[in-house]
């Protein structure tokens, strides 16, 4: 299979399998919004928070390489899974240990406390998961159908055995059983195909392993500063009910996000073997996929901030119309980070991890800074406008060093698609009224007519994505 054919066949597989992976994770949550109500769902999502750092530290960017290395060298690649799991086991039980310790200084209630060690418990069969593995070899099917089982295990769980606010302590461990599952069906996939992991205690390995990947690691660490630290300082500097109203709106913005996730995780081994092989071609795969993220970025931005209230009371109701503004606001994170996204990811698969790193940590700054100013005086507005403005500077940085690499332009695809999400925005402020799903449906019509009728984006346009890189693997 030629290389266009890998990319529509990875994107395909992967977002199916995410789409549906996140839409019933989305279930799930509206499920845990309405049945444990504001306060304890708010609860829920600061301990969710509090484990995400403490996973970074049991990986450490080590997925991200992995990922890179066997896209390149995919005959060494038994050795970066033992070696890989080996180290992330070892770093997964520190990283346990200092959750432990952490739970216990902070100045929480003891419902809580227990809510965050009983997630930490999830931190080790996420050392075992070898999606990054079946990445690099862009096996992206196996991902996708290991998504699916994972979060349809977890559905079944929650809805079988989540009946009551009083129930909140239940919800780790269901998690637990779905992330055991979805790990020894990665691991069983590879025995079967590769042959058996065997674990790998080679200090020289893991210092060489380490030493490429912390800028990686160190990178996603800030990145969750400005993509969680909302949570955690309204957490502490507001109400549960505030979490809770902030959280629910960025489910929703989640869920959106994954639609460019996926397509930029899907080019990532591309993009790193172009660099190596094609540097021409590189430029072309980029320079349409910064249009394509354009072209679907700007109607979510115009749409979401006009349908923000219909389509939060629909999925939460009435009890969750705080979060709205929020809403509002964060879908532009979204517009500015399908941009970003082109130019952040692309430094890593071209071997600048180091200046990707520089440019999350001044992203995470400027959402401290921002979070501690606003959001005593603006609450989640506040911290909604920190995400947006750090996701800004984020862009701006990367698109900066990517340009010292190959010069990939943006600004000349803007136009088109703005007019055309302006033309579908009044239609859609003009018809608020109408039914939530009917709008929605009309104005993606009317977005794509508009920008056909303006030349936005041509019949030829995905096919130029696919044939950007035509050239058959020797």
Not at 113 to 140: H, R
Not at 199 to 223: E, Q
Request: aromatic letters at 14%; charged letters at 15%.
């Amino acid at each position: 299979m030629n290389t266009s054919g890998r990319i529509t066949k990875n994107f395909l597989s992967l977002s199916i399998g995410q789409i549906i992976s996140q839409f019933i994770t989305f279930i799930v949550f509206i499920y845990l919004a309405r049945v444990l109500g504001v306060g304890n769902f708010g609860k829920l999502n600061f301990a969710q928070a509090i484990i995400v750092y403490f996973l970074l530290i049991g990986n450490l960017g080590l997925s991200t390489l992995g990922t890179r290395e066997v896209a390149r060298e995919k005959e060494s690649s038994t050795n970066y899974v033992g070696g890989i799991i080996t180290l992330r086991m070892i770093l997964t039980f520190f990283s346990f240990c200092s959750l432990i310790l952490f739970t216990l200084l902070i100045k929480k209630p003891t419902e809580d406390k227990y809510l965050i060690v009983f997630y930490g418990l999830s931190l080790f069969p996420s050392a075992l998961l070898i999606e990054w593995f079946f990445q690099g070899i862009q096996k992206m099917e196996i991902i996708g159908i290991s998504r699916v089982l994972n979060r349809s295990l977890y559905l079944v769980l929650v809805f079988i055995l989540v009946k009551s606010p009083q129930q909140l302590l239940v919800i780790p461990y269901l998690w637990l059983i779905a992330g055991i599952f979805s790990s020894g069906f990665l691991l069983y996939i590879f025995v079967k195909r590769v042959g058996k992991i065997k674990p790998v205690f080679n200090l020289s390995l893991w210092k060489n392993l380490l030493r490429a990947s912390l800028p990686m690691g160190f990178a996603w660490i800030m990145i969750q500063i400005y993509g969680n630290f909302d949570t955690l300082m309204l957490s502490f500097m507001k109400t549960d009910e505030v979490v809770g109203w902030y959280n629910a709106a960025y489910k929703i913005i989640f869920f959106i996000f994954m639609l460019g996730g996926c397509y930029i995780t899907s080019i990532f081994p591309v993009v790193s073997r172009c660099y190596k092989e094609s540097p021409e071609k590189l430029s072309i795969l980029l320079s349409h996929s910064a249009k394509l993220m354009i072209t679907i970025g700007f109607p979510l931005g115009i749409g979401g901030t006009i349908l923000g209230k219909p389509l939060m009371r629909q999925f939460y109701g009435v009890n969750y119309d705080n979060g709205v503004i929020a809403f509002q606001i964060l879908v532009w994170y979204v517009v500015i980070s399908f941009i970003s996204m082109v130019y952040a990811n692309s430094l890593l698969a071209c071997n600048r991890e180091k200046k990707y790193a520089i440019g999350v940590m001044f992203a995470a700054i400027t959402n401290l800074v921002l979070n501690i100013f606003l959001i005593p005086c603006l609450g989640l507005k506040g911290a909604a406008i920190a995400t947006v403005v750090s996701e800004l500077v984020l862009f701006i940085y990367t698109y900066q060093e990517f340009q010292k690499i190959r010069k990939i332009e943006f600004k000349k695809y803007i136009l088109r698609p703005l007019f055309s999400g302006l033309v579908m925005g009044a239609f859609l402020y003009m018809s608020i009224d109408w039914n939530i799903f009917l709008l929605i449906f009309l104005g993606m019509g009317i977005y794509i007519v508009t920008l056909l009728l303006t030349r936005g984006i041509s019949r030829d346009d995905l096919a130029l994505i696919k044939r950007s890189l035509l050239w058959k693997k020797e």
